[in-house]
């Protein structure tokens, strides 16, 4: 599975490069989804500082956001390093074997 910008199909990332991310208890906002955390930075991505925007490199569309430190997601879990993308900022496809 490939996950790629929703606003210009550049390829993003693909699942292998997926945090695993278990949703505890929903302690925040129940109808907000959780969003999609990778484990490590990619080659793409331009991180200055400690925290700021994940840009997407084709069209500069905002993707997500990246927290050195961590910070806890919608569900509640604390994730570090947290980098996550915005599920309605990406789409999903899969790569032909």
């Not at 840009?55 to 956001?65: A, D, E, F, S, W």
Request: glycine share 8%; net charge positive.
């Amino acid at each position: 599975k490939a996950y790629c910008c929703r606003a210009c199909s550049q390829l993003l990332f693909l699942e292998q490069h997926v945090g695993a991310h278990n949703a505890v208890a929903k302690k925040f906002d129940s109808k907000q989804e959780c969003q999609i955390f990778i484990k490590d930075k990619l080659k793409w991505m331009n991180f200055d500082g400690q925290e700021g925007q994940i840009i997407c490199p084709k069209c500069n569309g905002k993707l997500g956001r990246f927290k050195w430190h961590g910070d806890t997601c919608s569900c509640g879990q604390l994730v570090v390093p947290y980098i996550a993308f915005i599920p309605s900022k990406v789409i999903t496809t899969v790569i032909p074997e």
